[in-house]
């Protein structure tokens, strides 16, 4: 046994992380659907705010719901974020949540350091993007954050009535010396190269808007198709056009997805008079964001003028890339040797994650184990537990030397 070593209990923290999955069980596979502010939410939340409380932390709920348990003190905060996408999976989100509370109990059993846990709220951006975080760490206002909408045109600021008896008021992030998450690496190169821990150096930059054609309903049978101002033409030709120009600007690493599109009015003997969808993409350099954007907006519009479509467009969203703090980045790299010895990575995230916000406020790192086939945002997404508890450990150990090194 080592000597000084925060020892995790891999069972205790395995049967916290399957009682989690119960809520907004969504029947298929280990799948969850746990939307940010949905009762599956709320019950969760109240749940591992009880386990929190269990483990000698003080619960905190600030207005977006994000959902702390504080060890007294200054202390490491650890955590990531338990609502789900629309269709989810068991692991992103709740893993990091359910490992810091598990690192947090281990770390009081064997006298330090001090490590208090977050679960922050509406990570998956059902309003945004990691709209808990953001406000936390003042890159949204709240006021600015009230005013956004869901896809089905629901505001901020009506959902989140649903914690509002959960509130005990804004935390001051003053407190923490730190920030480190675990998370599902949600994408293939882990387990392709058969490895465990993928410690990360940097995550990419976003952009999201919603881009809205509208041209004019008409009956399906009778309107000649020169005569048509066809919604849904316009994005299929928009989406044709953007892909051959995004071309010469791209790299094998930059992604762009129309993921959301609602039809108005939706039906097959109509033609759709107007089309709302969502625009996202993703880039770890900044210029090639604003350049993509530029593009975007030009394919847009010579779209719309030649299809007689009137065009708008929703607030563009954001986060630039970030590079993981130095400090937090070694002490985890060694813990990874420790645990995973010859079996582990420095690696870019591709995915997004509250750690982005979180840096504008005190350091962060952050580290990943293998997602199986490399599926996630989806109900199959799963993680053999021997990584799991992989990543429990390296996390422990990282617990562990930053402590000493604050002491
Ligand atoms: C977060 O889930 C993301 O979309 O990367
Ligand atoms: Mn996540
Ligand atoms: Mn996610």
């Known amino acids: ?44 939340r109240r749940w591992l705010a009880g386990r929190f409380e269990d483990a000698g932390l003080r619960v ?25 996408q629309p269709e989810g999976g068991w692991l992103d989100g709740a893993l990091g949540v359910v490992a810091a509370l598990e690192v947090a109990r ?84 882990l387990i392709t190269a058969g490895e465990q821990i993928g410690v990360v150096t940097d995550i ?82 900044v210029d090639r964001l604003d350049r993509m954007e530029a593009i975007i907006r030009e394919t847009a519009q010579e779209v719309a003028t030649t299809q007689g479509m009137a065009l708008s467009y929703g607030s563009l969203l954001g986060l630039d890339p970030v590079q993981m703090d130095s400090g937090l980045r070694g002490a985890l790299e060694r813990g990874a040797e420790d645990v995973a010895g010859g079996k582990w990575r420095q690696m870019p995230s591709g995915a997004l994650h509250d750690a982005t916000n979180v840096s504008r406020l005190m350091p962060v790192a952050m580290l990943f184990v293998p997602s199986i086939g490399g599926i996630s945002h989806a109900f199959e997404e799963d993680t053999d537990e021997d990584d799991l508890v992989a990543g429990v450990r390296v996390l422990a150990k990282a617990a562990r030397g930053q402590g000493l090194t604050l002491c």
């Open 1 to 44: 046994k080592e000597e000084n070593a925060v020892q995790i209990d891999p069972a205790r923290f395995l049967s916290d992380l399957h009682e989690l999955r119960k809520f907004g069980a969504s029947g298929v596979g280990k799948g969850v659907v746990r939307p940010a502010f949905s009762e599956a939410d709320v019950a969760a």
């Open 60 to 84: 905190a709920v600030d207005a977006m719901g994000n959902l702390f348990g504080l060890a007294e003190g200054p202390s490491l905060l650890m955590g990531s974020h338990s609502d789900s």
């Open 106 to 189: 281990a770390a009081r059993d064997s006298g330090g350091p001090a490590v208090s846990v977050v679960s922050f709220q509406d990570e998956e951006g059902r309003f945004g993007v990691t709209t808990g975080s953001a406000v936390w760490a003042g890159h949204l206002s709240q006021q600015d954050a009230d005013g956004l909408t869901d896809h089905g045109g629901v505001t901020l600021a009506e959902a989140r009535k649903s914690v509002a008896g959960m509130v005990t008021g804004a935390l001051d992030p003053s407190q923490f010396t730190g920030f480190v998450e675990l998370h599902i690496e949600q994408g293939p190169t």
């Open 204 to 285: 990419v930059g976003i952009r999201d808007m919603k881009i809205t054609f509208q041209g004019q309903q008409n009956h399906a049978g009778t309107t000649p198709m020169h005569l048509r101002k066809d919604a849904f033409q316009a994005v299929s030709a928009f989406n044709t056009l953007l892909n051959a120009r995004f071309r010469n600007v791209v790299t094998p690493s930059t992604v762009w997805t129309i993921g959301h599109m609602s039809l108005h009015p939706n039906a097959s003997s109509i033609v759709p008079g107007r089309a709302v969808f969502s625009m996202q993409w993703r880039d770890g350099d």
